[in-house]
């Protein structure tokens, strides 16, 4: 089935004020921004003196990425304390570089390398990007998708400000996607909702529209298989028709979706569903009048209708 969202228009995504928690460690190394080791990042010497062994540690030091391999099975992966991932909300794409770019005019905008990442996955490019006073250039970081790459035709060499925001656009956009990706390692869902997801991690609600837009197209996101497996799992929960339903729209889920999703669910007996449902809870029906209205209020909750409930109980009472 094609996908329904190829626009960012086609989503309606809340504003957001505050923050969420960090998700766990990512159990991927692939969709992780792997620290890059300097002089300052290892331990200094008596008297805030450099230790005059750091260059030969940073020799015989694993490559990053290896050694969070060996151990991911021991501790979770933890990012060191200089890296920008430690902060309570990560920074967005791209990165600025602390160290400074090439002598170059000042209003010069250039690619200084493209280099393949992410075991070829991704490609890192370093853009040179004047300084509002105009003083000198700085260096910022950032990664594209290959079809990013390939679709941009980037080479290294001077560009306009023009295409220098091309380029910081797209990283915005290959940032967002790939930790969209990270999100749905934890489980399917609807576009709709990673989109809001990602505007709650900081992402501009327009690019997170696009990501959502651009995993939905690629058959990242198929919320039709989702939405009939999250109704599946409702009814396993003893939920009601009504419930089902309540969950589905609020996790974002399109109409259409929900519909068929619902319609999978047509040869469901409702009734049946609810017997077992208070078997579970209650044992049997009790005789106490207060109690069974207290019965009736629970399934109510749970997404009955009045009509159903009773039969339901009839057909406890029938077995009693």
């Given amino acids: 089935m094609a996908p329904r969202y190829t626009h960012p228009e086609d989503f309606d995504i809340p504003a957001t004020h505050g923050g969420e928690a960090r998700p766990r460690p990512l159990k991927s190394r692939r969709l992780v921004d792997m620290p890059e080791f300097s002089s300052e990042s290892f331990p200094k010497g008596k008297n805030n003196a450099p230790n005059k ?38 920074q967005p794409c791209p990165a600025r570089d602390t160290a400074p770019a090439p002598s ?61 925001e091309t380029l910081l656009d797209a990283g915005r956009l290959c940032g967002a996607i790939r930790r969209g990706m990270a999100l749905l390692q934890y489980g399917d869902q609807s576009a709709r909702r990673l989109a809001y997801k990602l505007t709650v991690k900081g992402v501009d609600r327009e690019i997170a529209a696009r990501a959502a837009a651009y995993l939905t197209e690629k058959g990242y996101i198929r919320e039709d298989d989702t939405a009939t497996l999250r109704a599946e799992q409702g009814i396993r929960k003893g939920w009601g028709e ?27 007996d409702w009734e049946e569903t609810c017997a077992d449902a208070i078997r579970k809870k209650y044992g049997e029906i009790p005789e106490d009048r207060g109690e069974r209205q207290k ?26």
């Fill in 53 to 90: 062994d750091a260059e030969n540690q940073k020799e015989k030091l694993p490559a990053p990425h290896k050694n969070m391999v060996n151990q991911k099975e021991k501790a979770p992966l933890r990012m060191p304390s200089h890296t920008p991932e430690s902060t309570s909300r990560p």
């Fill in 104 to 164: 170059l005019p000042p209003d010069t905008c250039a690619v200084l390398s493209v280099t393949p990442a992410g075991e070829g996955e991704t490609v890192a490019v370093v853009l040179a990007l004047p300084e509002p006073e105009g003083k000198k250039a700085q260096r910022v970081r950032f990664h594209l998708l290959v079809e990013q790459y390939v679709e941009l035709g980037v080479k290294t060499g001077t560009i306009t400000p023009e295409d220098a």
């Fill in 242 to 268: 009504r419930r089902i339903r309540e969950d589905l729209v609020a996790h974002g889920f399109t109409r259409e979706a929900v519909e068929e999703a619902m319609e999978s669910l047509a040869d469901t």
């Fill in 295 to 320: 019965l009736i209020a629970a399934m109510m909750r749970l997404g009955y209708d009045a009509d159903t409930i009773r039969e339901a109980m009839r057909r406890i009472l029938r077995k009693q």
